[in-house]
């Protein structure tokens, strides 16, 4: 079992930045993994933010692409989210996610809250 904790979030005006962190208790068993941040605001689906692979590929959503970087280390079992830009429409609670095999963790989440 890996367990996943969140740090990072809070309330920052339009325009700001966070950094948003994510440990895992372990390493996961797989070489290959892909750790990932989710966000789900009120009253809708949870959706992908960005992922990135043990091999350092990553994927952005649309609405975030120029303004988020995933960047994880490998010897730290840490994902990190840093958020630049941001959006009142960024208002979320963020979750971690890490997918190894068949396997699927996710963290308890931490609120992003963007003012106007």
């Known amino acids: 079992q890996v367990q996943l904790v969140e740090s990072g979030g809070g309330l920052v005006q339009a325009g700001g930045s966070l950094r948003l962190s994510c440990a895992a208790s372990?390493?996961?068993?797989?070489?290959?993994?892909?750790m990932g941040w989710y966000r789900q605001a009120p009253g809708k689906q949870r959706e992908l933010v960005a992922q990135i692979s043990s091999g350092g590929n990553t994927d952005y959503a649309d609405s975030v692409k120029g303004r988020f970087t995933i960047s994880r280390d490998n010897a730290k079992n840490t994902v990190y989210l840093q958020m630049s830009s941001l959006k009142p429409e960024d208002t979320a609670v963020y979750y971690c996610n890490l997918k190894a095999g068949v396997y699927d963790y996710w963290g308890q989440g931490t609120q992003v809250t963007v003012s106007s």
């Open positions: 372990r390493r996961s068993i797989f070489s290959f993994d892909t």
